[in-house]
């Protein structure tokens, strides 16, 4: 049973273009989490969605962010229009249920130039 | 105030001895309780539960307090590679997010 799988794991966009960060939970997982860690700080909570539903975008950004978990295939965080304080290490969890234990993959490093 | 608050340290611990730290909650509904550990620009790894009765796993004891709304690490017999940040989790009912606190640094030292 692989564990929670993130693409890429290293992503350098230029100000102004897109980045998609892939998250593939493990098998048996409906639940998605989203988190980003800025340098020297804390887990901060993004998105929580099951499939095809997101459930809490509470700390999502209102502008340029998106995410999304389709009935098939891994779940996608969109930034678009990128700007120099969205680089961070993105963190995807996965979990059967919401009260479970969630299990991180190994994030998608995300650099703004 | 923020939902999960944790020390952020660091605790510096002689290798061998022990070291406890707290996490308190603010929401009284919170049902669900975790330890993670994460090390240096590494994802977070599930360390254990925190169950009503409290949980030991090796060196590690979890303790949960509801009527305090807080939960507990201690490590015992600290080793060099327990340096780490722990962070600790809260979650409601399902259908509610993991929410994070912001970490404990660790840092044993020989």
């Known amino acids: 049973n692989a564990g929670v799988m993130q693409n890429p794991r290293h992503l350098v966009r230029r100000r102004g273009q897109e980045a998609r960060l892939r998250c593939s939970p493990m098998?048996?997982?409906?639940?998605v989490y989203w988190y980003r860690q800025l340098p020297e700080e804390g887990l901060k909570f993004m998105v929580y969605?099951?499939?095809?539903?997101?459930?809490?975008e509470s700390g999502m950004p209102k502008e340029r962010f998106s995410a999304e978990f389709p009935k098939e295939g891994p779940s996608i965080l969109r930034i678009q229009q990128v700007v120099r304080g969205d680089s961070a290490a993105y963190f995807c969890?996965?979990?059967?249920?919401?009260?479970?234990?969630?299990?991180f993959g190994q994030g998608t490093r995300l650099t703004v130039v | 105030r923020k939902e999960v608050e944790q020390d952020p340290g660091p605790f510096n611990v002689p290798e061998g001895a022990t070291v406890a730290f707290n996490c308190t909650y603010s929401?009284?509904?919170?049902?669900?309780f975790f330890w993670y550990r994460q090390d240096c620009r590494k994802e977070p790894k599930l360390l254990m539960s925190?169950?009503?009765s409290g949980n030991e796993d090796g060196r590690f004891t979890a303790q949960l307090n509801r009527a305090s709304q807080y939960i507990s690490l201690l490590i015992r017999d600290s080793k060099l590679s327990d340096s780490a940040t722990y962070l600790c989790?809260?979650?409601?009912?399902?259908?509610?997010?993991?929410?994070f606190g912001g970490g404990t640094r660790v840092l044993v030292k020989p």
């Open positions: 969890a996965s979990s059967p249920t919401a009260t479970f234990e969630a299990f």
């Open positions: 098998k048996g997982h409906s639940h």
């Open positions: 969605l099951q499939k095809e539903n997101i459930i809490d």
């Open positions: 929401n009284s509904a919170s049902q669900s």
């Open positions: 925190v169950y009503s």
């Open positions: 989790v809260a979650s409601r009912a399902a259908g509610n997010k993991l929410t």
